[in-house]
């Protein structure tokens, strides 16, 4: 006998459609967050403090029409305020800190480069889910590299050096006499640079298995003037072969590996005996239900569009995802052979994990 399952609530179905609008909006605005600021919007915007479409134009260049329309788009959702007595926009200072100001510690508008990549890569993630094969970071549209680097640079900026070097126990005193540090997964170097220009006595080495990006953190190395006291090499964490660091990092990215209880293993070895590593990872409660919230949604799909399928291309495939929790990373480290975890920071986005052998 099927089991009869009554209908919905005409309120249920009325509170859903409107989550569902309420999504749609966010997903087709995003562009626009995009188009915004790679067309100077937000920046004129903070500059020019109250404007209309008009004076946005003239100070940007854009076509009057196309602005007016961005604006109300924006206005519509939050992003700028509108006085309809006067007809006029400004940013607010909370807006101009995420969407416009570079420097800001809640810089968050290159985010949305990241969602732009997840939707060029639609076709190839169906076909990984279908086949259940893995998809490589490499292989990911470029913008995920970019925009990627750009979000996380903020965090780096605003806490590596300040807050989290300084959670891990003497750390910062070896960094300021000499370290030698790795970092693992480097990308475009955005932390190691960050590292070399705070500690110029100690030496760091980035590695990434990705060429592009390794080709890139030597350029901004020497933009940055960090050359001396840093090198890039094209090498994945289970190739890692150097001994004797004070410091090994994983910057957002033991979650992607393959093998990350390998990594580690490998890294434990290549540690000096009092050596620390230092994981940093997306925030997470070791259970689903503590997930279920905008962060936890956010990094789902992070991890179902890039860190798991990454994980499952390479050997070993552990498939780990970017919502481990500290228990499960806890327990990776134990398998690694470190004799502690500690959980020395932690952000509404970020884990800062110290291993000590």
Request: some cysteine; overall charge negative; charged content about 20%.
């Amino acid at each position: 006998m099927t089991k009869f399952t009554p209908p919905p609530a005409p309120s249920e179905v009325e509170a859903f459609v409107g989550q569902v609008v309420t999504d749609l909006s966010a997903a087709f605005s995003g562009v626009l967050v995009n188009v915004g600021r790679k067309l100077g919007l937000y920046q004129a915007m903070v500059d020019l403090g109250t404007c209309t479409s008009n004076s946005l134009s003239e100070a940007t260049g854009i076509r009057e029409r196309y602005v007016r329309e961005w604006l109300a788009n924006q206005a519509a959702g939050g992003y700028v305020a509108y006085d309809a007595n006067k007809q006029t926009y400004a940013l607010p200072p909370a807006q101009a800190m995420v969407l416009a100001l570079e420097h800001s510690p809640i810089f968050m508008a290159p985010a949305f480069e990241v969602a732009a990549s997840f939707w060029l890569d639609e076709d190839r993630i169906v076909e990984t889910f279908r086949s259940g094969e893995g998809l490589g970071w490499h292989a990911h549209n470029h913008r995920l590299f970019c925009g990627t680097e750009s979000f996380f640079r903020t965090g780096y900026r605003t806490h590596l050096v300040a807050d989290w070097l300084p959670a891990l126990d003497g750390i910062v005193e070896r960094l300021k006499r000499g370290a030698r540090v790795a970092d693992i997964g480097c990308g475009h170097g955005a932390s190691t640079i960050l590292m070399a220009q705070a500690f110029p006595k100690s030496s760091f080495v980035g590695l990434d298995y990705h060429h592009g990006s390794i080709t890139t953190a030597r350029t901004r190395a020497a933009e940055q003037g960090v050359t001396g006291n840093t090198a890039f090499k094209v090498k994945s964490a289970t190739e890692f072969d150097e001994r004797d660091f004070d410091l090994i990092c994983f910057m957002d990215c033991l979650h992607d590996l393959g093998d990350p209880v390998g990594a580690l293993t490998r890294c434990r070895g290549a540690l000096k005996p009092d050596g620390k590593v230092l994981l940093v990872e997306p925030y997470a409660g070791d259970r689903l239900e503590e997930n279920l919230n905008p962060i936890g949604r956010m990094y789902y799909a992070a991890s179902a569009m890039a860190c798991t399928p990454n994980s499952l291309s390479q050997e070993v495939g552990l498939g780990l995802g970017a919502q481990a929790g500290e228990e499960r990373l806890r327990k990776i480290a134990r398998e690694a052979g470190f004799s502690s975890l500690r959980c020395a920071a932690q952000t509404p986005v970020n884990l800062i994990l110290e291993l000590t052998p």
